[in-house]
């Protein structure tokens, strides 16, 4: 049975937009999105208390996870096949440029040769390994569903 559920998500994903699957995963799981919203570090955020230096730790850190997850997209590309996944390789293909393009605004913004210097913290480096796992190892599909909290999380706090 669980064989059967990559299909069936392909199947869901083709069917919508996948902002639109997208969509209706945060909003079916908003519980965990609004208890996350409610953490010391996004409240003093939401109120303009966050310090410049807790703020810059956690912008260097996401450094270090948008290089990993640049390498991960591309070893993801690898393992989907363009003629038998063509909107799967093409949406890989596409957030792995755009985690490039961002690559590069960040290291001209904050002034640096490039993201190796960054050590990531025990939290960082396990969300980083995970996704790479489940992108080498896993249908890539639900390399899809891993990247739900970077892509879609962070917007839907902004607002």
């Not at 209706?24 to 010391?40: D, F, G, K, S, Y």
């Not at 985690?99 to 904050?110: A, G, M, P, Q």
Request: glycine share 2%; aromatic share 12%; net charge negative.
């Amino acid at each position: 049975m669980l064989a059967l559920v990559p299909v069936a998500l392909r199947r869901h994903m083709s069917r919508l937009r996948l902002a639109s699957f997208y969509q209706r995963a945060i909003e079916a799981n908003r519980h965990t999105a609004r208890a996350v919203a409610t953490t010391p570090y996004l409240q003093r955020m939401h109120d303009g208390a966050l310090s410049p230096l807790d703020y810059g730790c956690l912008t260097v850190q996401d450094a270090y996870y948008c290089y990993r997850a640049k390498e991960t997209l591309a070893v993801l590309l690898g393992r989907v096949d363009a003629a038998e996944q063509p909107d799967l390789h093409d949406l890989v293909e596409a957030r792995l440029r755009s985690y490039d393009d961002y690559n590069r605004t960040f290291l001209d913004d904050w002034h640096l040769q490039d993201a190796t210097c960054v050590l990531p913290t025990d939290t960082m480096l396990h969300y980083a390994d995970h996704e790479r796992r489940v992108a080498q190892d896993e249908d890539p599909i639900y390399a899809l569903v891993a990247y739900m909290p970077c892509c879609y999380l962070w917007p839907w706090f902004a607002h």
